[in-house]
């Protein structure tokens, strides 16, 4: 391997799922500005949208959101093909 490519500072950091709240610690080195406090120590905090606790795949939920009626939007544009 070569020498002097790989970062230094890896260090604890709080990853928090914003869809549920869940909150699970890794080493990372991603910059934050956010802290939060897990168990007494106060860890660096990275937020994310969607995470194994959340994604459709892992806990076998699926959602369907219909943001802007968009399946309308779809559906009307390819139902004159369909004929």
Do not use: C, Q, W
């Amino acid at each position: 391997m070569r020498k002097g490519i790989h970062p230094e500072n890896y260090r604890m950091i709080a990853f928090k799922d914003m869809s549920n709240g869940d909150v699970f610690l890794t080493r990372s080195t991603a910059d934050t500005k956010e802290t939060l406090e897990v168990e007494g120590v106060e860890y660096p905090l990275v937020k994310l949208e969607i995470s194994r606790t959340s994604h459709p795949f892992y806990t076998g939920k699926s959602k369907l959101i219909d943001a802007a009626g968009r399946i309308d939007k779809f559906k009307s544009k390819y139902a004159k093909l369909k004929k």
